[in-house]
């Protein structure tokens, strides 16, 4: 089956810097990446999403990289603020097409 | 608009105990997910309805699980003679349902489920 994974279960930067949370995938049949923001008593949050005919997106602020050869992808966060603190995940489709899959989560702890 | 609203908050109940969890999707959205996330882990994915018909519930761990969508918008999950290791947030989504499968999924707050 497939296990999505993170490489690191918490990161702590300060404000203003950039932040790069790291991401594992087993499938190589995943063709769907998002990544999700998750703050404490809340849903988890879409962030920027990416298909594997792509290997990089930019959004406000961040920035995902794929790298199908390796199977690995990061979220960049730029200029990193105390509100970006929360646990980040990233997840794949399911070859169902529907069903996401979720790796554990980093947290990130930004400090003054 | 208003998002994904899940009730109750919080659910706390004793070992044997049957619950329901209720989920009110965004308005329009003909897809619902319902995921299950233990403390320290990521979602895991329970059952996926279309429409009033739940298209996979492969997810779902046993046979006490169980999840309606009658009129095809709110959903509740059901869970029989509770456990304690049931214990976790439960996580409702909603999504449009597009060509190519690959849609924006939202979530709910969750549920807290405490089985005593």
């Known amino acids: 089956g497939e296990s999505v994974g993170l490489h690191l279960p918490t990161l702590s930067v300060q404000e203003g810097d950039n932040s790069i949370i790291n991401c594992a995938y087993s499938?190589?049949?995943?063709?769907?990446f998002i990544w999700y923001k998750q703050e404490s008593g809340k849903g988890p949050q879409f962030i920027i999403d990416?298909?594997?005919?792509?290997d990089k997106r930019q959004g406000q602020r961040v920035t995902v990289l794929l790298n199908k050869t390796v199977k690995h992808l990061s979220l960049q966060i730029a200029a990193t603020q105390p509100g970006d603190s929360a646990v980040y995940f990233c997840?794949?489709?399911?070859?169902?097409?529907?069903?996401?899959?979720f790796g554990k989560g980093t947290s990130l702890l930004v400090t003054p | 608009g208003a998002g994904v609203s899940q009730t109750p908050s919080n659910k706390v109940t004793e070992k044997g105990k049957y619950v329901e969890l209720r989920c009110d999707p965004i308005?329009?959205?003909?897809?619902l997910y319902w995921y299950r996330q233990s403390l320290g882990q990521g979602p895991e994915f329970l059952i996926y309805?279309?429409?009033?018909?739940?298209?996979?519930d492969s997810g779902l761990p046993n046979d006490r699980f169980f999840a309606v969508r009658p009129e095809g918008s709110v959903s509740t999950l059901k869970i029989q003679r509770t456990e304690r290791g049931d214990s976790a947030v439960y996580l409702c989504?909603?999504?449009?349902?597009?060509?190519?499968?690959?849609?924006?999924?939202?979530f709910g707050p969750g549920t807290r489920l405490t089985v005593l």
């Open positions: 308005s329009g959205h003909t897809a």
């Open positions: 499938n190589s049949a995943s063709d769907y």
């Open positions: 989504a909603s999504s449009l349902t597009l060509a190519g499968g690959r849609n924006e999924q939202f």
């Open positions: 309805f279309q429409g009033t018909g739940a298209a996979d």
């Open positions: 990416i298909r594997s005919n792509m």
């Open positions: 997840a794949s489709h399911s070859n169902s097409g529907y069903a996401l899959n």
